[in-house]
T-cell receptor, first 109, second 114 residues
């Protein structure tokens, strides 16, 4: 079967750095997405990786290793507004999106 | 403002009743999707449509039906609601022509079936 694993919950301190990991086992691979979802709101697109390496976008970066079936989302200079759930999703060989259950990130002052 | 509009925002529905969740987008996206989101589970695809006039079944299609008469609208119908259909429902769309097209989500419909 297809599976995506993320930690259920993480806690970090305002101003710090946090890394949210995502491992996947899917039938083929055509890209990996990260979405942010604030409580009670819709998911919003953060990043997309299809090649190995690091993609940087302001305070957020996303890394991919296809050989290891692994990605992480790195958030720097954490702000209280970064408290949200972060969803990892992989596009398989049929271009179907497989979603992880999400990681709830709690930021403490 | 371009985007996806869902209605209603929330609804309490008696079991056995019929309900249609509405979804409209103005981005001229080809592909549209209906997901349900339940606590502790990832987003699960109910139905999708790659282009107007076509629809397909997702991971959890039972008890739901959709139609895609035009590009903009993609309603989801529960023919006879059951308590297990209590969930938050998200409609989404994407350009669909490229594998890296991100999804744009509506604000969701919170449905409670009693």
């Amino acid at each position: 079967g297809q599976n995506i694993d993320q930690p259920t919950e993480m806690t970090a301190t305002e101003g710090a750095i946090v890394q949210i990991n995502c491992t996947y086992q899917t039938s083929g691979f055509n890209g990996l997405f990260w979405y942010q979802q604030h409580a009670g709101e819709a998911p919003t697109f953060l990043s997309y990786n299809v090649l190995d390496g690091l993609e940087e976008k302001g305070r957020f970066s996303s890394f991919l290793s296809r050989s290891k079936g692994y990605s992480y989302l790195l958030l720097k200079e954490l702000q209280m507004k970064d408290s949200a759930s972060y969803l990892c999703a992989v596009t398989d060989s049929n271009y179907q999106l497989i979603w992880g259950a999400g990681t709830k990130l709690i930021i403490k002052p | 403002i371009a985007g996806i509009t869902q209605a209603p925002t929330s609804q309490i529905l008696a079991a056995g009743r019929r309900m249609t969740l509405r979804c409209t987008q103005d981005m001229r996206h080809n592909a549209m999707y209906w997901y349900r989101q339940d606590l502790g589970l990832g987003l699960r695809l109910i139905h999708y449509s790659n282009t107007a006039g076509t629809t397909g079944k997702g991971e959890v299609p039972d008890g739901y039906s959709v139609s895609r008469a035009n590009t903009d609208d993609f309603p989801l119908t529960l023919a006879s609601a059951v308590p297990s259909q209590t969930s938050v429902y998200f409609c989404a769309s994407s350009d669909g022509r490229r594998g890296n097209s991100p999804l744009h989500f509506g604000n969701g419909t919170r449905l409670t079936v009693t």
